[in-house]
């Protein structure tokens, strides 16, 4: 009886021990799901380093069975980085089903001069003092732009080169109007988000700088692509020979 109580009494000292030290941290970390430190590097697919920074905004998103649900519980932070300098988010116990299972988050990559990326990583648990290390690398935008049209493209020649009743030429010409309507949403859609994620983040001097330099490059992307007049895939091709009904609204 006695020993049992000696080591009930020891049990006792070391949780003790355990919860005012550091002895036992990663320990309970670990038990209660624990992420972080989570250290994002940002880099450029050709090598270009921007003169303005990224805007990286992290989300967790909780899991319905093999895959996420998307819904955002959480590790919601918004942080700024220059491409090849890295960045920590912070470490944070996630509301996890399981403690120790892989927790999806999100990184929401935005630039006026790359393409917009959501990066999806799963991260297990690991001690305060061992960070994890990732890295994403986004495209140039115009380099996207150009990816989308030879898409496009592909469905032209597709046309050319197939009887006009075939199901190849029908094949074609369904790839190469979605594609380019995809370039004409693509461009509105990266021009909203520089407007209305990417700009207001920053001091109003910051803001001017950014409109003065993309202002004249988002103006002639919209205008080089007539598509961004579209709204309607299917009738695209016949609304771009009328006359333009969106203007450029400018950041």
């Known amino acids: 009886m006695k020993d049992y109580k000696r080591k009930v009494v020891q049990f006792y000292c070391v949780?003790?021990?355990?919860?005012?030290?550091?002895s036992c941290t990663t320990v309970l970390d670990k038990a209660h799901g624990y992420r972080g430190p989570i250290v994002v590097t940002i880099k450029t697919e050709d090598g270009s380093v921007s003169e303005f920074p990224f805007l990286i905004?992290?989300?967790?998103?909780?899991?319905?069975g093999h895959s996420s649900c998307g819904i955002d519980s959480g590790y919601r932070y918004l942080k700024t980085s220059y491409?090849?300098?890295?960045?920590?988010?912070?470490?944070?116990?996630?509301?996890?089903?399981?403690?120790?299972?892989?927790?999806?988050?999100?990184?929401?990559?935005?630039?006026p001069n790359y393409h917009y990326n959501v990066f999806t990583r799963g991260f297990p648990p690991t001690d305060?003092?061992?960070?994890?290390?990732?890295?994403?690398?986004?495209?140039?935008?115009?380099e996207q732009m150009n990816k989308v049209a030879g898409w496009a493209e592909q469905g032209k020649v597709i046309m050319q080169n197939a009887?006009?009743?075939?199901?190849?030429?029908?094949?074609?010409?369904?790839?190469?109007?979605?594609?380019?309507?995809?370039?004409?949403?693509?461009?509105?859609r990266h021009i909203t988000l520089?407007?209305?994620?990417?700009?207001?983040?920053?001091?109003?001097?910051?803001?001017?700088?950014?409109i003065e330099k993309y202002q004249p490059i988002f103006k002639?992307?919209?205008?080089?692509?007539?598509?961004?007049?579209?709204?309607?895939?299917?009738?695209?091709?016949?609304?771009?020979?009328?006359?333009?009904?969106?203007?450029?609204?400018?950041?």
């Open 15 to 22: 949780l003790l021990a355990c919860l005012f030290t550091t």
């Open 57 to 64: 905004e992290s989300v967790y998103t909780e899991s319905c």
């Open 83 to 111: 491409a090849n300098e890295p960045i920590t988010f912070p470490r944070e116990r996630l509301d996890l089903l399981q403690a120790n299972a892989y927790a999806t988050i999100l990184f929401k990559v935005t630039h």
């Open 128 to 142: 305060a003092d061992d960070p994890i290390y990732v890295t994403f690398t986004v495209k140039p935008f115009a």
């Open 163 to 188: 009887a006009p009743d075939s199901d190849e030429h029908f094949n074609g010409k369904m790839l190469f109007w979605q594609e380019r309507f995809n370039l004409g949403q693509m461009i509105k």
């Open 194 to 210: 520089t407007k209305t994620v990417y700009l207001p983040h920053f001091s109003e001097s910051m803001q001017q700088r950014v």
């Open 220 to 251: 002639a992307w919209y205008y080089g692509v007539p598509e961004t007049d579209c709204w309607n895939k299917m009738t695209c091709q016949e609304q771009i020979l009328k006359p333009r009904e969106a203007e450029y609204e400018g950041l």
